[in-house]
């Protein structure tokens, strides 16, 4: 699931452990131990697009989550400035691949979290009913336990970064249902129940967000069947065109 506002931006991607997708790299300089790891990086993208002496600072963390209790999750942290002469960032020995490929893993959901344009300086965070948010998502965060305030009481989880993913899918997927029916697509809403699973599975009681997705699903229903019948009517009338031309 991808969401960007402003300049900042959110991929979760779902049951990431069972991707048959690889990459292969070639080392001129014999085996690289980076090999033995799953790397993750950041691109520049349309590099043409972009005026000459171009310069931007950006704050990301990649964090995978183990759904094992028990097992830690990781969690990756940095800043960095992209320029024309780095293009791409990241962390080349993120987590082994012997672990990723355990039979007993159950690494279901990777979130990548980035902002553009940050100040080089840390971003203070805070904590907001035992979770640790960013200062810019304070408001956002008050909201939600003002509206929903057991929504956690169930949480079992105590590992902070994992927490912190847990309520960014959670405000991710708020963002996601204020958008119209017209902007939501069906990946939009099969991806948010995908997500909306995997924190009901942590323990969060989220009764009125699965009520509120179901919602948004009936009503997208019921414009793609407007459209269906609007088109069947279509269909009909040149089928009867057709039929006093003969």
């Known amino acids: 699931m991808g969401n960007e506002t402003d ?38 993208h349309n590099l043409q697009s972009f005026s000459s002496g171009w310069r931007r600072h ?9 759904q094992i209790p028990g097992e830690v999750s990781q969690l990756r942290e940095i ?7 780095y293009i791409i960032r990241g ?4 987590i082994p691949l012997s672990d990723l490929n355990a039979r ?10 980035g902002e553009l344009d940050v100040p080089v300086v840390t971003t203070d965070i ?19 336990f003002e509206k929903h305030p057991n929504i956690a009481s169930n949480v079992r989880a105590k590992n902070p970064h994992l927490r912190t993913t847990y309520l960014n899918v959670i405000l991710g997927l708020t963002k996601i249902l204020c958008k119209s029916s017209e902007e939501l697509s069906n990946s939009d809403l099969d991806e948010a129940y995908s997500a909306l699973r995997f924190v009901i599975t942590a323990g969060f009681k989220l009764d009125w967000l699965e ?13 793609i069947d407007e459209k269906l019948n609007d088109l069947t009517e279509k269909r009909a009338d040149m089928d009867a065109l057709l039929n006093s031309l003969k």
């Open 7 to 44: 300049k900042k931006f959110t991929w979760v991607i779902k049951n990431f452990s069972s991707l048959g997708s690889k990459s292969l790299g070639a080392f001129t300089r014999g085996v690289d131990n980076a090999s033995c790891f799953l790397s993750l990086y950041l691109v520049v």
């Open 58 to 66: 950006a704050k990301f963390s990649f964090t995978v989550v183990n």
């Open 79 to 85: 800043q960095y400035w992209f320029d024309q002469k």
């Open 91 to 94: 962390f080349q020995s993120m």
């Open 104 to 113: 007993d893993s159950e690494i279901d959901v990777l979130e990548v979290v």
């Open 126 to 144: 805070v904590d907001i009913n035992g979770f640790q948010v960013l200062s810019s998502q304070v408001e956002s965060a008050n909201s939600l």
């Open 211 to 223: 009520k509120a997705l179901k919602e948004a699903c009936e009503i997208r229903i019921q414009e």
